[in-house]
């Protein structure tokens, strides 16, 4: 991300000003948190809320947001409410990203698609599962994995494809173990577009003021998908620090003072752009 547009962020991002009442509040702002760290995705939230992380942990156990594999292949914190809309419009790229590795662990889609379903239905009768718990599953119902056993990456992949389905997330830790529970997502009445229109104005809302490529790289949706998005929402142009970007606002956005020094979780939404090879 570029230097100079770090003021005009902070405030979008959460990082001045009010903070929200709450993780799940700050989750619906941003639209999405990347969380492959659950712990410093809490801390990224706490930096936002003002809330402790234990307090986060007990809002995330309670169900207030969820934990899954959603836009870029990768663990996010999102609101159960907006998971069908997000799994709509990014799903099927995610699938098609784990193909490749997943027949390189002995895994063909067709077979990825089988163990998913039978984790679906694992998850819900006996959830929450440990990952080994869900292999123990797998095992008994005659589905042994590649090779006989179900190996990490085999085991991930088919764990991912039950996620992209909405119908499993990841759970409350039992102690260090993560665990995967049974979600029920309502269902959305957007249309594509409605949808495309929806969150590139949480993007912009909570990442902006931004440029389609910037969405694009955050959603892994194509470019010109993600400009028919920015077109669809009606985001104004803005001339930021001499760069091109778009904004929801009818103000233009303003700086605030950066501090010398930002203590930033990993991963953290605020760095999470795409990186400019200009810079």
Do not use: C
Not at 54 to 74: C, I, N, S
Not at 80 to 101: F, I
């Amino acid at each position: 991300m570029k230097p100079a547009l770090v003021g005009h962020r902070l405030r979008s991002q959460l990082l001045d000003g009010a903070p929200s009442a709450d993780g799940a509040a700050a989750v619906a702002h941003l639209g999405a948190v990347q969380s492959q760290l659950h712990d410093m995705s809490l801390w990224a939230l706490s930096g936002r809320t003002g809330r402790t992380r234990a307090q986060l942990a007990q809002e995330f156990d309670d169900g207030a947001f969820v934990r899954t594999h959603v836009l870029r292949p990768t663990w996010h914190h999102v609101l159960l409410a907006d998971l069908p809309d997000l799994l709509a419009l990014t799903a099927d790229r995610v699938r098609r990203s784990l193909d490749s590795g997943s027949r390189e662990a002995g895994l063909p889609p067709a077979g990825r698609a089988a163990a998913a379903e039978m984790i679906a239905g694992a998850v819900r009768a006996h959830g929450p599962l440990t990952r080994a718990e869900v292999a123990a599953h797998l095992t008994a119902a005659g589905l042994p994995g590649p090779n006989g056993r179900w190996t990490s990456q085999p085991l991930g992949h088919a764990l991912m494809e039950a996620e992209q389905s909405g119908r499993i997330g990841s759970g409350p830790l039992r102690g260090k173990q993560h665990t995967y529970r049974a979600l029920d997502p309502p269902t959305s009445g957007r249309t594509h577009e409605e949808r495309l229109a929806w969150l590139a104005r949480t993007y912009v809302r909570g990442h902006g003021p931004a440029a389609p490529e910037d969405f694009a790289w955050w959603t892994l949706l194509p470019v010109t998908v993600a400009r028919q998005a920015f077109a669809l929402a009606g985001l104004r142009p803005v001339t930021v620090a001499g760069i091109d970007l778009f904004t929801g606002g009818d103000a233009d956005p303003e700086a605030v003072d950066v501090p010398a020094a930002m203590l930033l979780a990993n991963f953290d939404e605020l760095i999470s752009y795409r990186r400019d090879p200009h810079d």
